[in-house]
């Protein structure tokens, strides 16, 4: 028998990355990088940077869509997992009560609102939902959920049917019973709805991640005072806004929020583990297990596991330690002024918004003749496609790793890692200004590339009318 060894095997099979995907797993997603220039083959990262195998610094401005908090492969959370595995500690026994989930249980209670004291752990942040979703049914005893409009919480079936954006539910309905949209910060359909006096629990984030929204002042703190009124559960979906996202350890705190549920995922484990959690009140935690026979009647194999939980120990000491959420605040205040600076520079930028290092730069219909025709032509054809002909050069020539904010939205989204400073920001402003100057050379390779994106999108959407049914 041959000997296992990683590092030779990943030598080996280094660059086969795309070839291994395409056969074997997303080939459509395979050909989307490709078209968009973003099949690279990362070798190494470090904090807020990507390597290739030359050696190439590729500022990470998505951080694994709001896993990388504290940058990557931090080495204290790398420690920390190291010496658990070698102590070959006991782990998911199932029947027992491990040490490390009652520390990051005790962890989690202490850095959330005080009248959160119940954990539940579990491996993703859609899996976080469906649990706050199921706690407040089975707590509550009623079936209707209201979510906002725009919202994202996941896509498994049930979180799937409370995001209500993009093309995510098209083709996989019929959706949960009861699940019911409500519009972005109007309180008075709210109110309509939570007046039948059936609502189990209204979810929301704090921060909308598609797009970076949030509501008007009053909305979130009325909004709570509603649910409260009408004895509907408040869950704030906090899986991409937590742990230092926004510039305070939870986007509630804007607002001075005390939901009855908290979901929480992504930053939690520093990037090394998939863990998940939310918190709720023991009140609540208890309706659920209700009974000794029902002791697990919520609950997931690999919940609580040590890795997990060793890893969310870790990276919340360094969050802490480093002081990463007022980092966050500072940085998303400089982003803000520089933006506003190329706002006034760029009549592409419609509008941005920032909060802490949470980032969205929406683009409209320019003035000039030229550019408004170019602008019409490409919308014409997909309304998803001007944001691309940003992030992709803002990727190739500057390689800053940034990501279109979602379907048909003219939006670019950044995520930086909290950590960042003044050189990090000045690369991505800098990248962007010089991309946004380019886009008025017309004709010029901005727009060439837009064209090139417009005709692979009517020769993908030639190729499905011709395919059989
Ligand atoms: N809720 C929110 C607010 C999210 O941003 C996400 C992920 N983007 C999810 C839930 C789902 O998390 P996961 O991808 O870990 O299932």
């Not at 730069?361 to 054809?381: D, N, T, Y």
Request: hydrophobic letters at 40%; one cysteine or more; aromatic letters at 8%.
């Amino acid at each position: 028998m041959s000997e296992f060894d990683i590092t030779s095997l990943i030598k080996e099979r280094a660059g086969e990355n795309y070839d291994l995907h395409e056969q074997h797993v997303n080939r459509t997603l395979v050909k989307v990088l490709r078209t968009i220039g973003f099949d690279k083959v990362y070798a190494r990262a470090k904090g807020s940077y990507l390597y290739d195998a030359e050696g190439n610094d590729y500022l990470d401005f998505l951080s694994g869509y709001g896993v990388y908090n504290i940058g990557r492969n931090h080495p204290l959370v790398a420690k920390a997992i190291k010496d658990v595995l070698d102590q070959d500690l006991s782990n998911m026994v199932q029947m027992d009560c491990a040490l490390l989930s009652g520390l990051l249980a005790e962890k989690v209670v202490e850095i959330t609102p005080e009248h959160l004291d119940a954990v539940f752990f579990c491996n993703s942040g859609a899996e976080a939902v469906e649990g706050a979703l199921k706690f407040a049914r089975g707590a509550t005893g009623r079936k209707r959920i209201l979510s906002l409009a725009g919202g994202y919480h996941g896509l498994t079936l049930g979180a799937l049917s409370f995001t209500n954006n993009g093309n995510f539910q098209e083709g996989f309905g019929p959706l949960l019973p009861g699940a019911e949209k409500v519009g972005y910060g109007d309180l008075n359909e709210l109110e309509d709805k939570l007046r039948q006096g059936d609502v189990a629990a209204f979810i929301a984030e704090p921060v909308q991640g598609k797009g970076v929204y949030w509501p008007e002042e009053d909305y979130f703190p009325q909004a709570q005072e509603l649910c409260r009124k009408y004895g509907a559960l408040f869950i704030m979906d906090e899986v991409q806004t937590g742990f230092g996202r926004t510039g305070k350890m939870w986007a509630l705190e804007h607002w001075n929020l005390e939901p009855d549920i908290l979901t929480m995922a992504k930053a939690i484990s520093g990037g090394y583990v998939p863990a998940a959690a939310f918190v709720t009140r023991r009140e609540i935690h208890q309706k659920v297990f209700n009974r000794l026979d029902r002791c697990v009647v919520h609950s997931t194999t690999f919940g609580r596991n040590n890795l997990a939980m060793t890893a969310g120990l870790a990276t919340i000491h360094v969050l802490q330690q480093e002081n990463l959420v007022a980092n966050a605040a500072w940085a998303g205040k400089v982003i803000e002024e520089k933006l506003i600076e190329l706002k006034a520079r760029h009549e592409l930028i419609q509008d941005i918004r920032v909060k802490g290092c949470m980032v969205a730069v929406e683009f409209g219909e320019p003035r000039s003749m030229k550019m408004k025709l170019a602008w019409k032509g490409i919308h014409a054809v997909d309304k998803g496609l001007f944001p691309q002909m940003i992030v992709t050069p803002l990727m190739t020539k500057h390689r800053v790793l940034t990501h279109v904010a979602g379907h048909n939205l003219d939006i670019i989204k950044a995520l930086p890692p909290l950590i960042i400073g003044e050189p990090e920001i000045n690369r991505f402003i800098n990248g962007l200004d010089d991309v946004l100057q380019d886009c008025t050379r017309l004709p010029g390779p901005m727009w060439d590339f837009g064209r090139n994106l417009v005709q692979t999108a009517i020769k993908q959407r030639k190729s499905k009318k011709l395919a059989p049914a």
